[in-house]
């Protein structure tokens, strides 16, 4: 970790801009800008996209991290009054891992006057995996990411890659709306024993913490099949979940590097992705690792 610092904190869009213009005018003029978005709940996870961030601007540039729960990509039944704030402590992050400014806007700051009237339409990928299970979900995420691209106006941005079909979704905005930022996607950081950290890990109950790590296993093992093809992938994959107690499946699926469905017509090797979703109680959990994808043996297409 870097050496602890206090970030400015800046509530306002007029806030915000002062900030980042007082930040670059101390170190001799335009360095680049780096935005790294988050809704808060900051853990280790979290402080490696900082540093990315760092990296990628280098130490003349400008790191700015947000800090909003977005109420616009929560549904009617989620977690939105359940998840955690908790804006001293992810100060102390951001200072520890040398964050020049701290955007924590009030939604009526974001959002004035309520809800916006124009949004970010995904297109047809926010309609499948979590589009499915969350409807309106990325339609939230991608509007409020825009709207943070504006006031920020970052020349990167550093997402996660756990959030693997959001990393997507905001790669395929910028490039459809020809946004001039470049989005780097950061690997996951892991617990020792595998899972991904996500700052709804702290709902899990000891019992629901170990038998969580059932997803990062099962990612495991669909990788470890994927020399047979995308099917036997999934099927070992599933069967790594089956019958673990207060683990219930919502998908596991295989797909291209682009979240498209596997091309069962293709005989090349190439990258993909496995990804997971479950619940456990009233906690969702998400997942995800690159795969190899092999074409399917005969042996296998005759089972």
């Not at 690997?187 to 950290?197: K, S």
């Given at each position: 970790m870097s050496t602890l610092t206090s970030p400015a904190l800046a509530p306002t869009r007029s806030a915000l801009r002062a900030e980042i213009a007082a930040v670059r005018a101390q170190r001799g003029g335009a360095g680049p800008v780096a935005l790294v978005p988050t809704m808060g709940a900051l853990h280790v996870g979290h402080a490696s996209l900082m540093r990315e961030a760092r990296d990628q601007v280098g130490p003349d540039g400008v790191v700015v991290a947000s800090v909003f729960v977005n109420p616009l990509q929560f549904g009617q039944d989620e977690d939105l009054d359940r998840y955690p704030r908790t804006l001293d402590a992810d100060l102390a992050v951001c200072g520890a891992e040398g964050v020049d400014v701290v955007f924590a806007p009030a939604v009526d700051e974001v959002y004035p006057g309520g809800d916006p009237q124009v949004t970010v339409e995904p297109g047809p990928l926010a309609t499948l995996l979590e589009g499915a299970s969350r409807p309106g979900h990325f339609r939230g995420v991608l509007t409020v990411v825009a709207k943070l691209f504006g006031l920020v106006q970052p020349d990167v941005a550093v997402f996660g890659q756990k959030d693997?079909?959001?990393?997507?979704?905001?790669?395929?905005?910028?490039?459809?709306l020809c946004l001039p930022v470049e989005v780097v996607?950061?690997?996951?950081?892991?617990?020792?024993?595998?899972?991904?950290?996500?700052?709804?890990?702290?709902?899990?109950?000891?019992?629901?913490?170990?038998?969580?790590?059932?997803?990062?296993?099962?990612?495991?093992?669909?990788?470890?099949?994927?020399?047979?093809?995308?099917?036997?992938?999934?099927?070992?994959?599933?069967?790594?979940?089956?019958?673990?107690?207060g683990v219930e499946l919502d998908y596991l699926v295989v797909t291209e590097a682009d979240l498209a469905a596997v091309d069962g017509t293709r005989e090349d090797v190439r990258e993909g992705r496995v990804l997971v979703a479950a619940r456990l109680g009233a906690t969702r959990l998400l997942d995800n690792l690159p795969i190899t994808i092999h074409p399917t043996p005969p042996s296998e297409e005759s089972r």
């Open positions: 693997f079909q959001q990393l997507t979704l905001v790669r395929r905005m910028v490039a459809d996607g950061a690997e996951t950081v892991r617990e020792p024993d595998g899972l991904a950290l996500s700052s709804r890990n702290r709902y899990l109950d000891p019992e629901q913490r170990r038998a969580a790590v059932v997803l990062s296993r099962a990612l495991a093992a669909a990788r470890e099949h994927a020399t047979y093809g995308a099917q036997a992938a999934r099927e070992a994959g599933v069967a790594a979940i089956a019958g673990t107690p």
